[in-house]
């Protein structure tokens, strides 16, 4: 998900404040780190491309219900959601699907 250039971006934007002492030399590193363990998780799988995400909408349109169907789904964590935001939530395409099939194969939501 991350390409070298934007690790490499992150690093010059948190270095300067962990020098300053805005922000501990730890978390500076603690940071880095889980970036670029994610990069090295995205890349290592060759054939897999950046993963869509959905709306609460899309996702509601997908599994035929209505978006606080969604909503409870995610409340009682039968669907995981990703928050940006007070009101933004995303739900990574391959988990929706991933649902989807496991609903066919039990004769829907519990």
């Given at each position: 998900?991350?390409?070298?250039?934007?690790?490499?971006?992150?690093?010059?934007?948190?270095?300067?404040?962990?020098?300053?002492?805005?922000?501990p030399?730890?978390?500076?590193?603690?940071?880095?780190?889980?970036?670029?363990?994610?990069?090295?998780?995205e890349?290592?799988?060759?054939?897999?491309?950046?993963?869509?995400?959905?709306?609460?909408?899309?996702?509601?349109e997908?599994?035929?219900?209505?978006?606080?169907?969604?909503?409870?789904?995610?409340?009682?964590?039968?669907?995981?959601?990703?928050?940006?935001?007070?009101k933004?939530?995303?739900?990574l395409?391959?988990?929706?699907?991933?649902?989807?099939?496991?609903?066919?194969?039990?004769?829907?939501?519990?």
């Amino acid at each position: 998900m991350y390409s070298r250039d934007q690790i490499e971006t992150f690093r010059t934007i948190l270095k300067p404040l962990c020098d300053t002492g805005t922000i501990p030399p730890e978390l500076f590193a603690v940071a880095l780190k889980a970036v670029k363990e994610h990069w090295q998780g995205e890349t290592s799988t060759v054939s897999r491309g950046p993963e869509r995400s959905l709306s609460r909408k899309e996702v509601a349109e997908r599994l035929g219900v209505s978006s606080r169907t969604v909503d409870r789904y995610r409340e009682h964590g039968l669907l995981k959601g990703y928050s940006y935001g007070p009101k933004i939530i995303r739900f990574l395409e391959s988990e929706i699907l991933a649902f989807q099939q496991g609903q066919n194969k039990e004769g829907g939501a519990q």
